[in-house]
């Protein structure tokens, strides 16, 4: 699947000899009354909900699953819409001496207005999330002051990217 580039991160702290880890990850953007839909951890960071994509899964299913695991939100399928993806290069972090890729796509999508439960995993917990809505202003002011992980600077270029492009459709 060929999506639009968006943004490509690349820390070239890595050779290309290196063993590779890539790997495919898929973003939610759900936007209600100009608030979109996030993970906020207990420390005030946010984080657009999606995840990794489980093996026979297509996009559409994860971003399904990870939105309901990570939000208890249900998507509507037939809402879901292609936005772009942004490619992260670099020394993988846990395993030292490879070279890791990850590919984040990002979609549109619409959710019902009924809200489940979450089923989070344990570092989840762990951090804290919750559901929280919020505007784009919040989230990039409040992600850029306490910049703390990589997934975090990732989130946070999107968001600026996407307030960029509104602004130029206004």
Known sequence: RIMETILVLDEKNYT?????F???GVRAI???????????SADGE???PGGGMETGESCEETIIREVLEETGLKVLPETIKEIGEITELREDLFQKG???ICHSL???????????????TPSEVLKGYTLQWAT??????CNTRLLKDKWTFR?????????????LNR
């Open 16 to 20: 290309d000899d290196m063993p590779v």
């Open 22 to 24: 890539e790997k495919i």
């Open 136 to 141: 784009l202003d919040e989230i990039i002011e």
């Open 155 to 167: 989130d946070t270029e999107f968001l600026k990217w996407l307030r960029w492009k509104s602004d």
């Open 46 to 48: 946010y984080k657009i």
């Open 98 to 100: 490879t070279k890791y």
């Open 30 to 40: 759900i936007c209600k009354d100009g608030r979109y839909a996030m993970q906020r």
């Open 106 to 120: 990002f979609y549109f999508c619409d959710v019902s207005d009924e809200v489940g439960e979450m089923h989070l």
